[in-house]
């Protein structure tokens, strides 16, 4: 299925079970939040706003569904959370799943405090952090939009992962390229998905198994790999 129009997306939602009708009004006044808050800071570029269903809810809600697996229960990550998606919708989708966003900005910290607060999400925290600085934790789900090169991205954030975690990162058109590349020293799961909302972008997605010096991700036990 492809997503190729502000209608489309609509569609999509309204067939979810997850979206009843407080959620529906959630998505609603989210997107009128961001429509606003996009006029005093630059959350996500402003032509984007013109498909915003399509480029920011469904882009983010379609990560419930895109892994080879049920997406499990239990506290949800979300690294570079800036505008809030995708940590806003999932929350908006799962109000009873703890949901983490953290970001380095205080202006877009800021600014999710607010909006979860307005949509009266609860399961909500917002953590003004750099990723490296952050308390080592272990997550059920991790995700990032957007938030740096896959490489990268496990440097940092590797800590909080174990064997079953499930990393969900929407990387648009260069999520092959990049899990390609990765250093062999990375034993993994991970796979690309196609992107419902773009068919040139990919998601990565799968369960980190861990670093094969073992140095550098405390908690991840080498247990075999797909590399």
Not at 121 to 144: F, G, T
Request: aromatic share 6%; proline share 6%.
């Amino acid at each position: 299925m492809s997503i190729a129009s502000e209608s489309d997306a609509r569609d999509w939602l309204a067939s979810r079970p997850d979206v009843d009708a407080p959620a529906w009004a959630r998505l609603e006044r989210l997107v009128s939040a961001l429509v606003e808050e996009n006029a005093h800071q630059n959350l996500v570029a402003r032509a984007s706003l013109e498909q915003v269903w399509q480029r920011h809810i469904v882009d983010s809600a379609q990560l419930l569904d895109v892994s080879r697996e049920t997406v499990p229960d239990g506290p949800w990550l979300d690294l570079g959370s800036g505008a809030g998606f995708p940590g806003l919708v999932i929350a908006v989708l799962q109000p009873e799943r703890p949901v983490t966003l953290v970001d380095s900005r205080r202006l877009r910290t800021e600014w999710l405090a607010r909006a979860a607060s307005a949509l009266g999400l609860a399961n909500v925290e917002v953590v003004l952090s750099r990723v490296e600085d952050l308390p080592e934790r272990k997550w059920r789900v991790i995700s990032a939009r957007a938030f740096a090169p896959l490489e990268r991205l496990l440097d940092v954030a590797a800590r909080f992962s174990t064997p079953d975690t499930l990393w969900l990162l929407p990387k648009g058109a260069k999520a092959q390229h990049e899990l390609e590349t990765l250093a062999d020293d990375w034993s993994h799961v991970f796979h690309v998905e196609q992107s419902l909302t773009d068919p040139s972008a990919g998601i990565i997605t799968g369960q980190l198994v861990g670093r094969k010096d073992n140095k550098t991700t405390p908690g991840l036990r080498l247990r075999g790999s797909s590399r």
